[in-house]
């Protein structure tokens, strides 16, 4: 009788009892390097392959649910304590000490999501790639605020001037980045300013008449100043809030008048005035001064002289 021959099995695989073992071990390693490998690279991405840049230069990577969150990043040089307002919002800022690059993100969709910790990283890179703050933000479940605020200095010693970005991570994938810029101090774009002194302007007309810098102290006596505006499309702000601060021989201030100006009105003119009547205003050198973010911008002075 011809024996017969069991069939080969695969190259590597036996059938008797410690090659059924040696195969339930292959198995295990197989199903644990999957679950490994799904970890690291989810089969899912809850986020659109392809950003959309918005109106204000944020770039998105949308979420792929009509509800997901989503966000917008805005720059500015200050921050209020207790408002925690930004104001000076632009994406070019000055190299210089003791000033700081604030990042607000807000969230958009966060309301939906309030029953669920959520884990951001914001990550700031500089001109060379690399990453030089990363900060980690964990907001818990019931908290409901909807902006998240990040801010890192811009010392000439500490920064380099070029293009930086900042990058937004909701558990640690990325939903938001834009970019911003820091030049070195006498590079930056400045507000422009320019005082007049004036004496009246035609009602009909509208031209200043009297203009001048030296003024006679007199009854009834007003002494008028316009503040010509320019470059305000520098800041991203809906109103820019100016004052002009009036001060005396003795370098005191005795007046100030705030004004809010959009940067987007054609006319960018502040208009203030004060008495020069004998008795509120004595002989000598007096200065006007123009302060926006509470930064001096120009200032001009003026002379008094006694009535004759």
Same mark, same amino acid.
């Given at each position: 009788?011809?024996?017969?021959?069991?069939?080969?099995?695969?190259?590597?695989?036996?059938?008797?009892?410690?090659?059924?073992?040696?195969?339930?071990?292959?198995?295990?390693?197989?199903?644990?390097?999957?679950?490994?490998?799904?970890?690291?690279?989810?089969?899912?991405?809850?986020?659109?392959?392809?950003?959309?840049?918005?109106?204000?230069?944020?770039?998105?990577?949308?979420?792929?649910?009509?509800?997901?969150?989503?966000?917008?990043?805005?720059?500015?040089?200050?921050?209020?304590?207790?408002?925690?307002?930004?104001?000076?919002?632009?994406?070019?800022?000055?190299?210089?000490?003791?000033?700081?690059?604030?990042?607000?993100?807000?969230?958009?969709?966060?309301? /939906? $999501?309030?029953?669920?910790? #959520?884990?951001?990283?914001?990550? +700031?890179?500089? @001109? %060379? =790639?690399?990453? !030089? *703050?990363? &900060?980690?933000?964990?907001?818990?479940?019931?908290?409901?605020?909807?902006?998240?605020?990040?801010?890192?200095?811009?010392?000439?010693?500490?920064?380099?001037?070029?293009?930086?970005?900042?990058?937004?991570?909701?558990?640690?994938?990325?939903?938001?980045?834009?970019?911003?810029?820091?030049?070195?101090?006498?590079?930056?774009?400045?507000?422009?300013?320019?005082?007049?002194?004036?004496?009246?302007?035609?009602?009909?007309?509208?031209?200043?008449?009297?203009?001048?810098?030296?003024?006679?102290?007199?009854?009834?006596?007003?002494?008028?100043?316009?503040?010509?505006?320019?470059?305000?499309? /520098? $800041?991203?702000?809906?109103? #820019?809030?100016?004052?002009?601060? +009036?001060?005396? @021989? %003795? =370098?005191?201030? !005795? *007046?100030? &008048?705030?004004?809010?100006?959009?940067?987007?009105?054609?006319?960018?003119?502040?208009?203030?005035?004060?008495?020069?009547?004998?008795?509120?205003?004595?002989?000598?050198?007096?200065?006007?001064?123009?302060?926006?973010?509470?930064?001096?911008?120009?200032?001009?002075?003026?002379?008094?002289?006694?009535?004759?």
């Amino acid at each position: 009788m011809t024996d017969m021959q069991i069939p080969p099995t695969l190259k590597g695989l036996n059938m008797n009892n410690d090659g059924m073992k040696n195969t339930l071990t292959y198995t295990i390693w197989i199903l644990f390097i999957a679950i490994i490998l799904v970890m690291i690279f989810p089969s899912c991405s809850e986020r659109a392959t392809e950003p959309v840049i918005m109106p204000d230069s944020t770039i998105v990577y949308p979420s792929v649910k009509p509800d997901g969150i989503s966000a917008k990043i805005t720059y500015s040089r200050n921050l209020g304590q207790k408002s925690v307002r930004q104001s000076a919002i632009s994406t070019f800022f000055a190299l210089k000490e003791d000033d700081n690059v604030y990042a607000g993100i807000e969230l958009m969709n966060r309301l /939906i $999501y309030i029953g669920r910790d #959520l884990m951001f990283h914001i990550d +700031w890179i500089g @001109p %060379d =790639g690399r990453s !030089f *703050y990363l &900060k980690r933000i964990d907001l818990a479940a019931g908290d409901s605020a909807a902006t998240i605020f990040s801010s890192v200095s811009v010392a000439p010693g500490k920064r380099q001037a070029g293009e930086h970005l900042m990058r937004v991570y909701l558990f640690r994938e990325l939903i938001a980045e834009k970019r911003f810029y820091l030049l070195p101090e006498p590079e930056m774009e400045k507000v422009s300013a320019n005082i007049i002194f004036y004496k009246s302007m035609d009602k009909e007309t509208g031209e200043m008449k009297g203009i001048d810098t030296v003024f006679e102290i007199k009854k009834k006596g007003i002494l008028r100043a316009q503040v010509d505006l320019s470059r305000l499309h /520098i $800041y991203q702000d809906e109103e #820019l809030p100016f004052r002009l601060e +009036w001060y005396g @021989p %003795d =370098g005191e201030s !005795f *007046y100030s &008048k705030r004004s809010e100006i959009k940067p987007s009105d054609a006319l960018s003119v502040i208009n203030g005035s004060i008495s020069i009547t004998p008795d509120k205003r004595l002989p000598g050198t007096y200065f006007l001064r123009v302060f926006l973010f509470d930064d001096l911008i120009v200032e001009k002075k003026f002379v008094l002289l006694p009535a004759e």
